[in-house]
Structure formats: structure tokens, C-alpha cells
Nanobody, 118 residues
């Protein structure tokens, strides 16, 4: 298992930026896939961005070109830089880590609220 703690959410006007952080309880390079998901009120949780231990990244079409996922292995921290925010980006953002060792796990943080006003 891995523990994840998000921070960095807040209130921002449309067009603004925020950077989310997720502190991980173990070496981030040992985690097969890390990602950011979000859940808007009344909607299902959806994928936002992912980062593999090999350095590959992937993004939802809705955030491509605006959001960037990255990590700092020395700080065991995952980031999500969000630029040109839109009102439809308003949601609770969750950090996720998936892996197979020492046993299969799929761990979530508690979430951080991002509110974008138009």
C-alpha cells in the first residue's frame, strides 16, 4: 500500500493557474503508475493525467496543452500544473498510485478541491 496526501487546491478565476502536489509515502519511482483524477459534483470520477515509472505521460483530451504532470523523486512528490483553468475544471482532484509490489495496490488520496470561477 501507499499513502497519498494532496494539497494545492483552491479558488481561482478562469484563465488562472494552480499547482497541485501529492506527497507519497514511499519512493515514487517504485510505483508503476501515478495519476490525477477528478470528480465534479454529480459526475463520476474521471482520469486527468498519468505518469508511469518509465516516464511516459498521458492526458485526458480536455486538459491536453493546459495541464502538465510531473514528479520530484527526491521529495517523493507528484505534481499537476494546471494553466488556463476553465470553469469546467472545477472538481475535487485526487492523486492515485497503482502497482504490483510487494502486493497489488490501487491507492487514493483524500482529494483537494479546485474551484474555477468564470
Amino acid at each position: 500500500q501507499v499513502q497519498l496526501v494532496e494539497s494545492g487546491g483552491g479558488f481561482v478565476q478562469a484563465g488562472g493557474s494552480l499547482r497541485l502536489s501529492c506527497v507519497v509515502s514511499r519512493s515514487i519511482s517504485s510505483i508503476a503508475v501515478m495519476g490525477w483524477y477528478r470528480q465534479a459534483a454529480g459526475n463520476q470520477r474521471e482520469f486527468v493525467a498519468g505518469l508511469t515509472s518509465g516516464g511516459s505521460t498521458g492526458y485526458a483530451d480536455s486538459v491536453k496543452g493546459r495541464f502538465t504532470i510531473s514528479s520530484d523523486s527526491a521529495k517523493n512528490t507528484l505534481f499537476l500544473q494546471m494553466n488556463n483553468l476553465k470553469s469546467e475544471d472545477t472538481a475535487v482532484y485526487y492523486c492515485n498510485g497503482k502497482g504490483l509490489f510487494p502486493s497489488r495496490y490501487d491507492s487514493w488520496g483524500q482529494g483537494t478541491q479546485v474551484t474555477v470561477s468564470s
